[in-house]
Nanobody, 127 residues
Framework: QVQLKESGGGLVQAGGSLRLSCAASGSTVSSYAMGWFRQAPGNEREFVSGISRSGANTHYADSVKGRFTIFRDSARNTVVLQMNSLKPEDSAVYYC????????????????????WGQGTQVTVSL
């Protein structure tokens, strides 16, 4: 069973950047499809980005495409979400998740496909 812990959130001005990290323990990130979700106050949790278990495939929500990048740092056993050109509407609690899937190819897009979740890290983007 993997444990996940997010870090890197904080307060940033619009147009700035943040790098979120999801550190895994108990297992390796390469054993799972990994994803990032976010939840703003009053909103449902939504998919932001995901990477397949093989690491070969990634997927982004339209709202972050071209601004966010997901990748694995196997040496540190982490999954990183690099967020650039941040907007106030990106403000939310960001969650890292792992899907225990036999498929190495597909990115998991739905919350119910993920088996393990971190506690979340707050991202606030000011004007």
């Amino acid at each position: 069973q993997v444990q996940l812990k997010e870090s890197g959130g904080g307060l940033v001005q619009a147009g700035g950047s943040l790098r979120l990290s999801c550190a895994a323990s108990g297992s390796t990130v390469s054993s799972y499809a990994m994803g990032w979700f976010r939840q703003a106050p009053g909103n449902e949790r939504e998919f932001v980005s995901g990477i397949s278990r093989s690491g070969a495939n990634t997927h982004y929500a339209d709202s972050v495409k071209g601004r966010f990048t997901i990748f694995r740092d196997s040496a540190r056993n982490t999954v990183v979400l690099q967020m650039n050109s941040l907007k106030p509407e990106d403000s939310a609690v960001y969650y890292c998740a792992a899907a225990d899937t036999p498929s190495g190819t597909f990115v998991r897009l739905l919350q119910r496909e993920y088996d393990y979740w971190g506690q979340g890290t707050q991202v606030t983007v000011s004007l």
